[in-house]
T-cell receptor
Framework: KAGVTQTPRYLIKTRGQQVTLSCSPI?????VSWYQQTPGQGLQFLFE???????NKGNFPGRFSGRQFSNSRSEMNVSTLELGDSALYLC??????????????FGPGTRLTVL | AQKVTQAQTEISVVEKEDVTLDCVYE???????LFWYKQPPSGELVFLIR??????QNEISGRYSWNFQKSTSSFNFTITASQVVDSAVYFC????????????FGKGTRLHILP
């Protein structure tokens, strides 16, 4: 069974640009959660999508958004990039709801660098 | 407020030694879940264990064991007879069912197993 895949793996953007990251969950999984990992703030929850609906959202500005498609694939978008958005963005999928309910399987992440 | 503290930022031990990673959590809820994840150099988080607040039994899985003590709000992780492949960053995390289901991660402990 294929694991969680994230594309692209590496991305370099400049301030003010926008970026879209993609996550394909494990086949059959309906929940996708996104996390941001930085050296300073550590791992922080961004949002969770389940059955195409955002179920939960972390404390991030509105520049961070996401969506989930009917095949459970998810995208997250960051508009008007800032230097502080440089991070490893991790996606996790689970069979049912994420959070405390089910084991989450993580992808390898997308390393975003904002110059 | 929820909080997870991993006081040990970095630990180095020689191969075959036992090592314990500390995790102290804070929550006002009675129903919550605790997790440990491993992040090897490849970046992908690997789920190790999920434990609910009503189950205080210690758990052993091969060389790994977990000691959950509600009285001290701790969920410590011990690796017995450590191996070089255990070198990674280990994260403790907390999620409670009654609030918003978000997973709060500790800052992580970087473990170096020296040959």
């Amino acid at each position: 069974k294929a694991g969680v895949t994230q594309t692209p793996r590496y991305l370099i953007k400049t301030r003010g640009q926008q970026v879209t990251l993609s996550c394909s969950p494990i086949s059959g999984h309906r929940s996708v959660s996104w996390y941001q990992q930085t050296p300073g703030q550590g791992l922080q929850f961004l949002f969770e999508y389940f059955s195409e609906t955002q179920r939960n959202k972390g404390n991030f500005p509105g520049r961070f958004s996401g969506r989930q498609f009917s095949n459970s694939r998810s995208e997250m978008n960051v508009s008007t990039l800032e230097l502080g958005d440089s991070a490893l963005y991790l996606c996790a999928s689970s069979l049912g709801r994420g959070g405390p309910y089910n084991e989450q399987f993580f992808g390898p992440g997308t390393r975003l660098t904002v110059l | 407020a929820q909080k997870v503290t991993q006081a040990q930022t970095e630990i180095s031990v020689v191969e075959k030694e036992d090592v314990t990673l500390d995790c102290v959590y804070e929550t006002r809820d009675t129903t919550y879940y605790l997790f440990w994840y491993k992040q090897p150099p490849s970046g992908e988080l690997v789920f190790l264990i999920r434990r609910n607040s009503f189950d205080e039994q210690n758990e052993i899985s091969g060389r790994y064991s977990w000691n959950f003590q509600k009285s001290t709000s701790s969920f410590n992780f011990t690796i017995t007879a450590s191996q070089v492949v255990d070198s990674a960053v280990y994260f403790c995390a907390l999620s409670d069912e009654n609030r918003d289901d978000k997973i709060i991660f500790g800052k992580g402990t970087r473990l170096h197993i020296l040959p």
